[in-house]
Nanobody, 118 residues
Framework: VQLVESGGGLVHPGGSLRLSCAAS????????MKWYRQAPGKEREWVAG????????????MYADSVKGRFTVSRDNAKNTLYLQMNSLKPEDTAVYYC????????WGQGIQVTVSS
């Protein structure tokens, strides 16, 4: 299992970024996927998740209250890629963002830095 995040960077408050997570080594379309983040000095926290799409409603994303209405999680099973569209970014969104899946154990990407600062 390999998960590789991309798309991070520095953005001004109110700006947008789209993170991508390229997945390989497993049947991507069969598994739910999640985004987490970890800010300096804080524990890693769940941000958003999306089902595998096998059941109606599974592709609807689920979100932490802190990002609801600003972030959108999606997936392209044909490209084995998970996305996180982040709009109206705030300084408190600054963190390392990780994609995650659980297949008998947790698998994590290497993380990608997102910095929101003026």
């Amino acid at each position: 299992v390999q998960l590789v995040e991309s798309g991070g960077g520095l953005v001004h408050p109110g700006g947008s970024l789209r993170l991508s997570c390229a997945a390989s080594g497993f049947s991507f379309s069969n598994y739910a996927m999640k985004w987490y983040r970890q800010a300096p000095g804080k524990e890693r926290e769940w941000v958003a998740g999306i089902g595998d799409g096998a059941r109606a409603g599974d592709v609807a994303g689920m979100y932490a209250d802190s990002v609801k209405g600003r972030f959108t999680v999606s997936r392209d099973n044909a490209k084995n890629t998970l996305y996180l569209q982040m709009n109206s970014l705030k300084p408190e969104d600054t963190a390392v963002y990780y994609c995650n899946t659980y297949i008998y154990k947790n698998y994590w990407g290497q993380g990608i830095q997102v910095t929101v600062s003026s």
